[in-house]
């Protein structure tokens, strides 16, 4: 760039934030032109661009930029580069331009927060550094006025390993987005989390790779796996430091149908575990064993997320008079030291967890006009640490799940039994003293954030309310108490999420049914299935009530609930076949049938398809509240709201193992719900599914 071309740029460059956010002044139209004639060739954007978290007349833009020339580096690294955003593809109708630096103390990501923008507009959008564009443009749309009422359609993403499967599923996502007439294309995805895998490495042996990662700059102790486990699990690692994370952010956002997606739709992230450390809480991690305190890695985390996801954050206006809590990341110190003690609300106090967990919130409200409320949840950051430590896993040993009498008993610490919780725990004749006998009750979202979520609730005004909630609240039981003789408990499948938290979650669905908040839709993801069901206020009351609708989407690409099941079945013997269904060599998923009606269901079509037989056993509070579950999927969801009902459509890609290409992967099936709005103090009522495509299975036997 010539000297007098830079200064013409630098006069124009409002400087500050660094690259995170800018109010930057407008340049005059007439600039592109002197950017068009310098010297081009020297920057690209390898991982796309974006936007997020739109607003009735703001957006955040964001973007990536490299040189690829380490000589045409100016001022100390910085990249200087520009947006144009117009009303139209062709940039015919431009209506601003902003200038922007890209650090290198951020990876050379640019957050640009746009404003000034029309309500309820598709807007165009591309980057520029020197005479280098950004190889496509982007599009966005903004929110309507807060008192405008028209229908909400959106679709619900989550979980997309980059080594476990393609994202074939965005691909079909866009195009079938392209394809639609205008009225029905979506307004905005949803990520409910697991955007990124912090391992590498990590592809379960039932799966081939799509494709690796590769070394971490950092990253843990390359992993020695034994002669029994795959090739491609050899030298697994990882993200320890802000360089491996940038590394494995850069790598994901260099998938062609990732970046379709995020160029198409603007998108609302919350984050689950992945995004830090598996199965993580606060700012401890749990790798090993029970795990250790690790908070440098989560500040390292929440620092990527950040510069890498265009969230809204210290911009997000209050909510119907409620001040917003989310804020962007700030940098602190902190070294891996003990947690602390927690506090009544089970925050361990230790300065460097509280600090780590300070530097980021993103916990926020989002408006659609009079139409939809959503409510973005962060259920990692604040959370208890999870009752089934190693010892008492030890204890539970040979139990087929985690008993729901003993992890109700631990969640609830000191107000299990009615304020007199037991000093020891049993099970199968073992036992150890109670390691929750003097801990608060458990929670995930800490006692900040769920004051936050009441007041968000009763304050709002939507005619729906959608919770982003990163786990599932839905009851998914396996019903051992029904097996004559067998002398097991009924079990949990899986306490990673509201099912380790049993307390909190019947705590908040009897506030909701008692402060009489109407059209609450949970949308979940974490368990890698298609679900739909209802939520109870407590789910082992002798008469079920229900508070609220949820659907649990499945996973872009990351392994399927039916495929881990199956693999750590097949040497269980009689369990097996409640797993597998295999009828003259035609193999089906018995796991959505033993779900949702009960184990003696699941073990009877092995032998009989008699309705006789069926009404005998099937157990219709087997996971109470379930109604519907779809194991061996990938895909995502589409919801779309009016003033009567919202519909689902769960949208079943089936097998991401292969680059399904520009064409996008063909669909399996599509599953669609009907939720009819209902009054304040009512129950909600699910309609459906309805197929298009084959069901799975039960739904195509006379079972259902």
């Not at 002044?25 to 991982?47: D, E, I, K, M, T």
């Not at 630096?101 to 923008?117: C, M, S, W």
């Not at 379709?260 to 998108?267: D, E, G, I, N, V």
Request: some cysteine.
């Amino acid at each position: 760039m010539s000297q007098l071309d830079r200064r013409e740029f630098l006069k124009l460059f409002t400087a500050g934030a660094g690259c995170f956010a800018f109010a930057a002044s407008a340049l005059p139209f007439a600039s592109r032109r002197v950017w068009a004639q310098a010297n081009g060739g020297h920057y690209h954007f390898p991982q796309g661009l974006a936007s997020g978290d739109p607003q009735p007349d703001a957006v955040m833009l964001w973007t990536r930029v490299e040189t690829t020339d380490p000589s045409a580096q100016e001022m100390r690294g910085w990249i200087d580069l520009y947006v144009q955003v117009a009303e139209d593809e062709a940039f015919e109708r431009l209506v601003m331009e902003r200038a922007a630096r890209a650090d290198p103390a951020a990876d050379h990501t640019v957050r640009l927060f746009i404003h000034g923008l029309k309500p309820d507009t598709v807007y165009y959008y591309r980057f520029f550094a020197g005479g280098d564009q950004s190889p496509y443009p982007g599009r966005t749309r903004t929110a309507p006025r807060a008192n405008a009422t028209r229908n909400v359609r959106f679709a619900a993403i989550s979980c997309q390993s980059y080594e476990q499967g393609y994202y074939g599923a965005l691909r079909r996502l866009v195009n079938d987005d392209i394809a639609a007439t205008p009225e029905n294309r979506i307004d905005f995805v949803l990520h409910l989390g697991d955007f990124i895998y912090e391992r590498t490495g990590d592809v379960p042996e039932n799966l081939r790779p799509a494709r690796l990662i590769g070394p971490l700059p950092d990253g843990t102790e390359p992993w020695e796996p034994d002669g029994t486990r795959p090739w491609w699990q050899k030298g697994g690692q990882a993200a320890v430091t802000i360089a491996d994370y940038r590394t494995i952010y850069r790598k994901y956002l260099t998938d062609p149908d990732l970046q379709a997606a995020r160029a198409r739709f603007p998108f609302i992230h919350t984050w689950d575990d992945h995004e830090f450390t598996n199965d993580a809480w606060q700012s401890h991690d749990t790798y090993f064993g029970d795990g250790e305190p690790a908070q440098r890695r989560k500040l390292a985390a929440n620092r990527a997320w950040f510069e890498y996801i265009p969230a809204v954050l210290t911009r997000m206006p209050a909510f119907n008079g409620i001040a917003s809590e989310a804020h962007d990341f700030k940098p602190v110190r902190v070294d891996d030291t003990p947690m602390g003690e927690p506090d009544g609300n089970f925050l361990y106090q230790g300065e460097d967890n509280l600090k780590a967990l300070s530097s980021l919130t993103i916990y926020r409200t989002l408006k659609w006009g009079t139409m939809l409320d959503l409510v973005v949840t962060d259920l990692r950051s604040y959370r208890s640490p999870p009752v089934l430590t190693e010892e008492v896993k030890e204890l539970i040993k040979g139990a087929p799940a985690a008993p729901v009498s003993l992890v109700k008993l631990l969640d609830a610490g000191t107000t299990a039994n009615d304020g007199v919780p037991p000093e020891t725990i049993q099970y199968g004749g073992k036992e150890m003293p109670n390691p929750r006998h003097d801990a608060p009750a458990g929670t995930q979202m800490g006692a900040a954030q769920k004051a936050w979520f009441k007041s968000v609730l009763t304050a709002s005004t939507a005619k729906w309310r959608v919770w982003a909630n990163g786990g599932p609240a839905l009851a998914m039981r396996l019903d051992f108490s029904r097996i004559p003789f067998a002398g097991l408990q009924d079990g949990y499948v899986g306490t990673d999420a509201w099912q380790g938290y049993p307390g909190e979650l019947k705590e908040l669905m009897t506030f909701v049914r008692e402060a009489e908040v109407g059209n609450l839709v949970s949308v979940s993801g974490d368990y890698h299935a298609f679900a739909a069901g209802r939520l109870p206020v407590d789910s082992d009351a002798d008469d079920l009530s229900y508070a609220a609708v949820e659907f649990m989407t499945a996973a872009i690409s990351s392994g399927d609930m039916y495929s881990s099941v199956e693999l750590r079945t097949r040497n269980s013997g009689f369990f097996y076949r409640a797993v597998m269904l295999d009828r003259e060599g035609k193999k089906f998923e018995n796991w959505n049938n033993t779900l949702v009606n009960g184990l003696r269901a699941g073990i009877l079509v092995n032998y009989s398809d008699s309705a006789y037989l069926r009404d005998m056993v099937v157990n219709d509070r087997a996971s109470p509240g379930l109604d519907y579950m779809d194991s061996y999927a990938h895909g995502f969801s589409l919801i779309t709201l009016n003033d009567e009902a919202m519909t689902v459509e769960q949208v079943n890609v089936g097998d991401v193992s292969r680059d399904a290409g520009p064409a996008g992967a063909d669909v399996l099936r599509r599953a669609r719900f009907t939720v009819k709005s209902w009054e304040p103090g009512a129950e909600p009522k699910l309609e459906g599914p309805e197929f298009e495509g084959p069901p799975p299975y039960p739904w195509t036997s006379r079972l259902i």
